[in-house]
């Protein structure tokens, strides 16, 4: 045989640049169910059902355009349980002449890679993941001589790269960045449109009770499992966002609400981050609703933003900073994840909705991450490594490309700003003006102190505090701490003594 080709969940993607130049006459596709991957971190169990199903649907339709693919099940007796020892199995049962496989999504399978020349005696070849829209090399060279890693210029420039709303060298419209007008809360009793979801399959359901049990004490619902697992269930639910939901998107995408678990946003990182969409043509499917007049430019810029500069900006960090990245600790954050990130026990409805749609969902929207879960872990002083696990299992959208950066730079400021200008911390009133959380919550969130103030109002001031030193300095903290100066020296005890007390009943 000539040529082994891994296929890794996360690469479900046809143009995938390992499957290039394949010759169905003379290669073989392997795909690898393995039990380290479902288990080096405790996953939701839907993130497993994706994955595994997707996997599965992908050499389905490979092998209906006559390509021959090598597929070993998680439950196959002789599976080792790790893709090097599936490697060298399949290396033994086909002889090929080399193996050739695509730039993975996390460090650790890299570094595996890099040692399979040697273990396997055969050439190795791991070709860039061209369906992203820049490479690490590309972005190492954008970092380099810079002292701050922006990721807006990072987007600007991406933006001229790919002509994507410019005119000429300038952003269509005459602004680069429309994230001022989005950000409106939800109107009283507005309603947001159903979202497309998806029932399952033979394929599927076989999936879904192999996860049930193999993987019975993992966080999270494993039904009622709703997401694309192919193709063409990933273009039906990119063309429903389009329709249904992308004119509102921009000025609803921070907003919040009392069980409205998926609002206007796309539901389509899933599908992103594993293969069964591709960045370009997602972006370009918004652009083009844009040009015919069917949704508003800071819409479109919105959401290409997210496409274009946040997934390629910290997909490009990622790859220029690890392995050394994950050990930041800027903070000094010591303290445990709290249980109720677990059970969603909490008095704290903000943090009870997030963590309720994430354990039904394996979902929650960006806003809800950042600014509810992450802002809680960020003020209390969660330690970092066990909030980033958290993300990492909790969510069917994250691999560690992008859960890292998100959660250890922009939430937790771990990286002492490197990502982030500023910390992203916020207190109640934030939570209160872009959701009706706080009316359904037994704290009050209009007290700043006591036993019924919400705790976002102290533990704000508190991190503030407990932080002067390393950020005072910072410019876009100015104001809070001027704010700061000018409260009594009894208010600051108030709230040092109530972020003491509640942060002692964790």
């Not at 570094?111 to 070709?127: C, F, Q, T």
């Not at 820049?134 to 420039?157: C, H, I, T, V």
């Not at 389509?268 to 370009?280: A, D, F, K, M, Q």
Request: glycine share 8%; charged share 30%; with cysteine.
């Amino acid at each position: 045989m000539a040529s082994l080709r891994l296929v890794l969940g996360d690469q479900l993607s046809r143009s995938l640049s390992a499957l290039e130049d394949l010759d169905p006459g003379a290669d073989r596709v392997l795909m690898v169910e393995v039990h380290e991957e479902t288990t080096y971190v405790r996953h939701h169990p839907q993130k497993i059902i994706l994955v595994l199903s997707a996997m599965r649907h992908f050499a389905g339709e490979l092998e209906k355009r006559d390509i021959p693919v090598d597929y070993v099940r998680l439950d196959d007796p002789d599976n080792s349980g790790s893709f090097t020892g599936e490697v060298k199995r399949a290396v033994e049962r086909h002889s090929p002449e080399r193996l050739v496989t695509t730039w993975p999504g996390e460090w650790r399978v890299l570094e595996a890679m890099r040692g399979w020349e040697d273990e396997l005696g055969i050439p190795v070849e791991i070709r860039p993941d061209t369906r992203f829209l820049s490479q690490p090399e590309d972005f190492a060279a954008w970092a380099e001589g810079r002292k701050s890693l922006r990721m807006e210029y990072f987007y600007r420039e991406m933006r001229r790269r790919t002509g994507w709303l410019m005119d000429g060298d300038e952003p269509e419209g005459g602004q680069w960045n429309y994230d001022p007008e989005n950000r409106k809360a939800l109107p009283k009793g507005h309603q947001p449109p159903d979202r497309q979801r998806f029932q399952v399959d033979d394929t599927t359901r076989g999936v879904i009770e192999l996860v049930k049990e193999r993987f019975d004490g993992h966080f999270g619902d494993p039904e009622p499992f709703e997401w694309p697992v192919t193709r063409r269930q990933a273009l039906m639910a990119l063309r429903a966002f389009v329709a249904n939901a992308l004119a509102n998107f921009g000025d609803y995408q921070d907003a919040m609400k009392q069980d409205g678990d998926f609002l206007y946003h796309s539901l389509l990182s899933t599908s992103l981050n594993i293969g069964l969409l591709e960045p370009r043509e997602v972006a370009e499917a918004t652009i083009e609703a844009y040009r015919a007049g069917d949704a508003p430019l800071a819409a479109v810029e919105g959401f290409v933003r997210q496409v274009l500069g946040w997934r390629e900006y910290v997909r490009g960090l990622y790859w220029l900073k690890m392995p050394d990245y994950a050990d930041g600790n800027f903070l000094r954050a010591q303290r445990k994840l709290p249980e109720f990130y677990w059970s969603g026990d909490t008095e704290m409805n903000c943090l009870r909705q997030a963590i309720g749609n994430t354990r039904r969902h394996a979902y929650a929207h960006h806003i809800q991450r950042l600014m509810v879960t992450g802002t809680f872990a960020l003020l209390a002083g969660i330690r970092p490594k066990e909030v980033e696990e958290w993300y990492l299992i909790v969510y069917a959208d994250a691999f560690e490309w992008v859960e890292l950066p998100n959660v250890h730079g922009m939430a937790l400021f771990a990286d002492g700003g490197l990502l982030a200008s500023k910390p992203y911390a916020a207190s109640g009133s934030y939570i209160d003006r872009m959701s009706d959380y706080c009316s359904n919550c037994r704290y009050r969130v209009k007290d700043k102190t006591g036993p019924d103030a919400c705790p976002f109002n102290y533990l704000y001031w508190d991190f503030l505090i407990r932080h002067e030193e390393r950020l005072r300095g910072n410019p876009r903290l100015g104001m809070p701490y001027r704010n700061l100066d000018r409260m009594s020296v009894e208010r600051k005890e108030q709230i040092v003594t109530d972020a003491e007390r509640f942060l002692d009943s964790l």
